[in-house]
């Protein structure tokens, strides 16, 4: 039988998607916007969309997860941050690259045959990126300390058998999966959903939210990491692809050689192995 197969396209303003059967288009933060799209609103049912200045893609993670019960495949996606499932050299390549709009669409987008790799993986997360340092400094350094330091105090608290993989995840490695985007089963995603919105409803509780744009997204900073967390924690096995993300122009120079890129992430690493 054929599964129901559903990757939520987030988006907070009209622009042209790629057509794809198993794309489903959702506007986030409904609630607050000033025009509907006509994209699957995210204020619906159970939701958390008048919250998406701090949650961002989360509140259509919530809506996902709370209202597409049935779907079997589940993953999300960005409006335009999609899997680069076949770019050659993929072990060499950067993280994430870039492309002018028009020759994205132009080219077309696939997928892989998602049921026959979630048969031989867990999820589908995106290409890691290294970092001169711990995950936890590289937070602290971009974001605000006091936060990280609830976060690690929260799920101490609420589920203190997390706490072995988020230090060896956050603590011990220098490089996560970013972007908050997936590929999985709805086994997965339940599980994952039913920790991630635990965790992080507690934190609303207990910390200032910042009045800055950039540092009110805490909550999908957050769950950029959390979700290396939960998959250390549960053993899954994780097939990486990189990122690809959409420019109205993308200039020569935007994008680094694959062996620049190995350079750097070589560098980085011997960084990390003699700072720690």
Not at 230 to 252: A, G, Q, S, T, V
Request: hydrophobic content about 35%; charged content about 25%; overall charge positive.
């Amino acid at each position: 039988m054929k599964s129901n197969i559903k990757i939520i396209v987030c988006a907070h303003k009209k622009v042209l998607l790629p057509k794809h059967e198993f794309f489903f288009p959702v506007q986030v933060g409904t609630d607050i916007a000033n025009e509907k799209l006509p994209y699957t609103p995210d204020n619906t049912g159970d939701n958390i969309s008048i919250k998406n200045k701090n949650y961002c893609e989360l509140t259509a993670h919530y809506w996902a997860w709370k209202n597409l019960k049935g779907t079997d495949i589940i993953g999300l996606n960005h409006y335009r941050r999609f899997f680069d499932f076949y770019r050659r050299q993929k072990a060499l390549s950067p993280d994430r690259s870039f492309i002018a709009a028009d020759d994205f669409f132009r080219k077309g987008y696939r997928f892989p045959d998602l049921e026959n790799v979630l048969n031989k993986y867990d999820i589908i997360l995106g290409k890691t990126r290294n970092h001169p340092y711990n995950i936890a400094t590289q937070y602290c350094v971009f974001h605000i300390m006091n936060d990280w330091i609830t976060l690690k105090n929260v799920i101490a608290e609420l589920t203190p058998d997390y706490i072995p993989a988020f230090e060896e995840t956050m603590e011990k490695s220098n490089s996560m999966s970013c972007y908050n985007m997936f590929i999985t089963s709805w086994k997965h995603f339940d599980g994952y959903s039913e920790w991630l919105f635990k965790i992080l409803f507690e934190m609303e509780k207990r910390i200032i939210l910042s009045p800055y744009e950039d540092q009110a997204r805490i909550f999908g900073y957050l769950s950029e990491r959390l979700i290396n967390v939960y998959c250390k924690r549960h053993h899954l096995k994780i097939k990486h692809y990189p990122i690809i993300m959409l420019l109205d122009e993308c200039k020569r120079g935007y994008n680094p050689s694959n062996i620049r890129y190995t350079y750097r992430r070589i560098k980085n690493n011997i960084s990390y192995f003699f700072n720690k």
